[in-house]
């Protein structure tokens, strides 16, 4: 299980860009849907889980977690900020840069072809954003 995510691996950057890019591709490789905005969402979901588990964790003894004020808010924005734009440059620099041939590397097909829907090209996991 030391493979696995878990809580304290998901706070760090590396762990949060993981996150992102891995529910990203999967979103876009399953559901054939993964607009860029749903990774933003993403990231910023991701920087305020941080947030509210490092408040969590600042707690000592048996006080309640203190409650993260505006100021944590706007810090967890910006911080969700560079999480997308870090996993936006992983996507697209080193997972499925641009320059890569059309039939390089493995390919997910996500949709299936049904007779009288209109055909949209494929999300491929490899995919750039």
């Given amino acids: 299980m030391d493979n696995f995510f878990t809580l304290s691996s998901m706070t760090t950057l590396a762990g949060s860009v993981a996150v992102v890019v891995v529910v990203l591709n999967t979103t876009r490789h399953v559901l054939n849907w993964g607009p860029r905005w749903f990774g933003l969402l993403i990231a ?8 509210h588990a490092s408040s969590a964790a600042a707690a000592t003894g048996g006080a309640a977690a203190a409650a993260p004020g505006l100021l944590g808010y706007i810090v967890a924005l ?5 999480i997308y734009t870090s996993a936006f440059g992983l996507q ?3 997972i499925a840069p641009a320059d890569a041939e059309a039939g390089s590397g493995i390919r997910f097909q996500s949709v299936v072809d ?3 829907l209109p055909k949209e090209a494929p999300l ?4 750039p954003w």
């Fill in 78 to 82: 910006v911080n969700g900020c560079l």
């Fill in 92 to 94: 697209n620099s080193t």
């Fill in 114 to 116: 049904k007779p009288g």
């Fill in 44 to 51: 910023i979901a991701v920087s305020i889980g941080a947030l």
């Fill in 124 to 127: 491929h996991f490899r995919t």
